[in-house]
């Protein structure tokens, strides 16, 4: 990844989160996701820093912690003869 293409990737993920925080309902959606599942209020200003904070050493560092190309896909389907 280089610095490009997180630049641009922060773009799309930071302009799809305000058109969304401009509607009640895609606000009150992030505000329940985050308190079922985090149990935090995160303001917008928040999270919008935290995405402008994203390095690409952040991302270097996640792939090789979570190694994407491990993982174990199961198909369900009929039983083929």
């Known amino acids: 990844m280089t610095e490009d293409e997180l630049t641009k990737a922060k773009n799309k993920v930071l302009s799809e989160l305000v058109i969304k925080?401009?509607?009640?309902?895609?606000?009150?959606?992030?505000?329940?996701?985050n308190w079922i599942y985090l149990k935090k209020y995160i303001t917008t200003e928040d999270e919008v820093n935290a995405i402008k904070n994203v390095t690409v050493d952040d991302i270097k560092s996640l792939i090789h912690k979570l190694n994407p190309g491990d993982f174990t896909q199961l198909i369900?389907?009929?039983?083929?003869?």
Do not use: A, S
């Open 21 to 33: 925080n401009e509607l009640p309902m895609g606000r009150l959606v992030d505000l329940g996701f």
């Open 76 to 81: 369900l389907g009929p039983k083929t003869e």
